[in-house]
């Protein structure tokens, strides 16, 4: 029930193109220091945060629609504090968000692969322009 929210939310915003910036920024600090449930999770998220980031910022362009709605529906349950598991219960309050999160990695594991290739071959970008350079007369 929880998660179908986060789907139906995630698919809106993807259809009605709306900013997610702050949705991906918010999770992506979110997993720089995870919880003890999350460890074993927070790579794959992580992954899949900057996947989705970059397929809607236009730099990725091979990403089905269902597994960015999936990636944005599952930043929204982890950021949800009240999701089926409320985040305020100590050690338990993280366990549902890192199921959900290990469930919809599982889900899209060809598409984040893919991506993590693409990403390795991206490197880090500098754009060079040639200057032609008057040749030295003798």
Known sequence: MFFRRAVRRAATMVT??????????????????????LTAVAYDASALVRMARAAVTGRYRHLPRRSLIAAVAAAIYFLDPLDAI?????VIGFVDDAAVLAWVVS?????????LV????????????????PASSP
């Open 118 to 133: 693409w990403e390795a071959g991206e490197g880090p970008v500098i754009d060079v322009t040639a200057v032609a350079t």
């Open 16 to 37: 009605r193109n709306r900013p997610l910036g702050r949705l991906f920024a918010a999770a992506a600090a979110a997993l720089q220091h995870p919880g003890r449930s």
């Open 107 to 115: 889900r899209v594991r060809k598409d984040l692969n893919e991506f």
């Open 86 to 90: 409320p985040d305020f219960i100590p």
